[in-house]
């Protein structure tokens, strides 16, 4: 069973630019997640999706930071304009569904703001 | 609110027992994992139990929950230097769609 699969794996850009993640879930997860981990940090929840719709995005800075999963599958988050202090690893997580147990995470992607 | 907190590190010699304790806050919480990072990657989901378990054995990992203290922790037997990561404990609720909430993390290196 093929894994989280996120891309790019690495990003740099300069503050103010735009940027976008992309994540592919287990196949059949419906429910998708994305965590910020700064480094010396346990991840956060940014936003968490059951199929296309929001369940929690309290926590995502919605003047700079958006996020869409339009047909239930794949999603994006895209960070315009980007901060210094949005350098971070970005992870994306799915599960079967938002009852269950597991979450499985993705290798995540590097992000370095200069 | 939530809160969990872990130790910052712990060296152990290869061949023992390794323990990693966790606290966390919130009463409620559903199920408490253990996940493992190794540098550059991502999270890898080491084992997790139900809230109203006390303990869970899976090979060499074994997780024990003290429900009123609150407090979580996972012993590793007969560590080895593949063991070396940081340590992830981390707590979720149902009622709050299974998001996790995670420690600070727990740098373990294993010693030959």
């Known amino acids: 069973e093929a894994g989280v699969a996120q891309s790019p794996r690495y990003k740099i850009i300069e503050k103010r630019q735009s940027v976008a993640f992309w994540c592919n879930p287990i196949?059949?997860?419906?429910?998708l997640y994305w965590y910020q981990q700064i480094l010396g940090q346990g991840p956060k929840l940014l936003i968490q999706?059951?199929?296309?719709?929001?369940?929690?995005d309290s926590q995502l800075p919605k003047d700079r930071f958006s996020a869409e999963r339009l047909k239930g599958v794949d999603s994006t988050l895209k960070i315009q304009p980007a901060k210094l202090e949005d350098s971070a690893v970005y992870l994306c997580?799915?599960?079967?569904?938002?009852?269950?147990?597991?979450?499985?995470f993705g290798p995540g992607t590097r992000l370095t703001v200069l | 609110g939530e809160d969990v907190e872990q130790s910052l590190f712990l060296s152990v010699r290869e061949g023992d027992s390794s323990v990693i304790n966790c606290t966390y806050t919130?009463?409620?919480?559903?199920?408490l994992y253990w996940y493992k990072q190794e540098p550059g990657a991502g999270l890898q989901l080491l084992t997790y139990?139900?809230?109203?378990?006390d303990m869970k054995q899976d090979q060499r990992l074994t997780v024990l929950l003290n429900k009123k203290d609150k407090h979580l922790s996972l012993r590793i037997a007969d560590t080895q230097t593949g063991d070396s990561a940081i340590y992830f404990c981390?707590?979720?609720?149902?009622?709050?769609?299974?998001?996790?909430?995670f420690g600070g993390g727990t740098r373990v290196l294993v010693k030959p």
């Open positions: 139990i139900f809230s109203n378990m």
């Open positions: 997580a799915s599960s079967l569904d938002f009852l269950s147990g597991e979450q499985f």
């Open positions: 999706f059951q199929n296309n719709g929001v369940v929690d």
């Open positions: 981390a707590e979720s609720m149902k009622a709050a769609g299974n998001k996790l909430t």
């Open positions: 919130d009463s409620s919480s559903t199920y």
């Open positions: 196949s059949g997860h419906a429910t």
